[in-house]
């Protein structure tokens, strides 16, 4: 299993200062703050506590003494009650500048979906800060400066596979790296071929444990053979992608042809190949056939 299939989804937000949690429903009259502070720049995310959510969210960004509070929350996010589940500020320089960003992590309350990240990076050219918003999905992060440059990545997945072949339980998901970056977000994925290589390793010794009987006990039920067809399909699926990832999708699909004999292996082919079309993994490659 790759890191992020069975880490729970909250560990991957990392280092949250603080959360808001349960304490939204017992109305507090004062709740407490979300805070944090690097060097000479510090953050304060305050509400009002009602029953049912928070209003009224409030964020204030102090930097060398001067705060800042204006323009820092979509209208989406304001109007979808997403900060009745912020669970947590954090700050850290994230593209080797020198300058602290800060990092708002909020939810949306369903039972694994959706996570986003609300990130605040100061321009001195307008003397202002930035939002750039990214929206996870189903999963989370992790921070790590996989290439040594003194910039993290953001360790993630890509969560468009959600749903795409399988049941969200059975879902596999490949790798996704991301850069904060001149204000934006840019992925990266492909710059990490080691990261990607060890992931489509994992895929395909699940495959295996899977094959092997280790997964569901012998003989299947209907209900069993339902579901390891989902996880056969699934973690193919995430295994193919990486090997795009890694320029070498007719090896991929040489693998999978091979393994994947179901009656509807044409349709899940595919099903496969307009997948990876339209999401952007085939690019010149080799579609499989």
Request: with cysteine.
């Given at each position: 299993?790759?890191?992020?299939?069975?880490?729970?989804?909250?560990?991957?937000?990392g280092?949250?200062?603080?959360?808001?949690?349960?304490?939204?429903?017992?109305?507090?009259?004062?709740?407490?703050?979300?805070?944090?502070?690097?060097?000479?720049?510090q953050?304060?995310?305050?509400?009002?506590?009602?029953?049912?959510c928070?209003?009224n969210p409030?964020?204030?960004?102090?930097?060398?003494?001067?705060?800042?509070?204006?323009?820092?929350?979509?209208?989406?996010?304001?109007?979808?009650?997403?900060?009745?589940?912020?669970?947590?500020?954090?700050?850290s320089?994230?593209?080797?500048?020198?300058?602290?960003?800060i990092?708002?992590?909020?939810?949306?309350?369903?039972?694994?979906?959706c996570?986003?990240?609300?990130?605040?990076?100061?321009?001195a050219?307008?003397?202002?800060y930035?939002?750039?918003?990214?929206?996870?999905?189903?999963?989370?992060?992790?921070?790590?400066?996989?290439?040594?440059?003194?910039?993290p990545?953001?360790?993630?997945?890509?969560?468009?596979?959600?749903?795409?072949?399988?049941?969200?339980?059975?879902?596999?998901y490949?790798?996704?790296?991301?850069r904060?970056?001149?204000?934006?977000?840019?992925?990266?994925?492909?710059?990490f071929?080691?990261?990607?290589?060890s992931?489509?390793?994992?895929?395909?010794?699940?495959?295996?444990?899977?094959?092997?009987?280790?997964?569901?006990?012998?003989?299947?039920?209907?209900?069993?053979?339902?579901?390891?067809?989902?996880?056969?399909?699934?973690?193919?699926?995430?295994?193919?992608a990486?090997?795009?990832?890694?320029?070498?999708?007719?090896?991929g699909?040489?693998?999978?042809?091979?393994?994947?004999?179901?009656?509807?292996?044409?349709?899940?082919?595919?099903?496969?190949?307009?997948?990876f079309?339209?999401?952007?993994?085939?690019?010149?490659?080799?579609?499989?056939?």
């Open positions: 299993m790759t890191l992020f299939h069975r880490v729970p989804q909250m560990a991957l937000l280092l949250a200062i603080g959360f808001l949690g349960a304490n939204l429903a017992s109305a507090q009259n004062e709740p407490e703050p979300l805070a944090v502070k690097l060097g000479d720049v953050a304060e995310f305050t509400y009002d506590a009602t029953v049912f928070a209003e409030q964020l204030t960004i102090t930097r060398a003494g001067k705060a800042y509070r204006e323009g820092f929350f979509p209208s989406r996010i304001l109007e979808d009650g997403w900060f009745c589940n912020a669970l947590g500020i954090l700050a320089d994230l593209d080797g500048n020198l300058e602290p960003e990092r708002l992590e909020i939810y949306s309350g369903g039972a694994h979906c996570f986003s990240t609300l990130i605040y990076g100061y321009e050219e307008g003397d202002s930035r939002l750039t918003e990214h929206f996870w999905g189903n999963g989370g992060y992790q921070l790590q400066d996989l290439d040594g440059d003194g910039a990545e953001f360790l993630s997945r890509d969560d468009r596979f959600a749903y795409a072949f399988a049941s969200y339980a059975a879902s596999r490949p790798v996704q790296f991301w904060y970056q001149d204000g934006v977000m840019v992925e990266v994925t492909r710059d071929p080691e990261q990607i290589y992931d489509a390793y994992a895929h395909w010794q699940e495959y295996e444990r899977l094959r092997r009987g280790e997964v569901f006990e012998q003989p299947y039920s209907s209900a069993d053979d339902y579901a390891y067809a989902d996880y056969e399909r699934a973690i193919l699926a995430a295994y193919l990486d090997k795009y990832l890694l320029n070498q999708a007719e090896d699909w040489q693998r999978v042809r091979q393994v994947y004999q179901r009656s509807d292996r044409n349709d899940f082919f595919d099903e496969l190949r307009d997948f079309q339209q999401s952007g993994y085939a690019r010149e490659s080799s579609q499989g056939r």
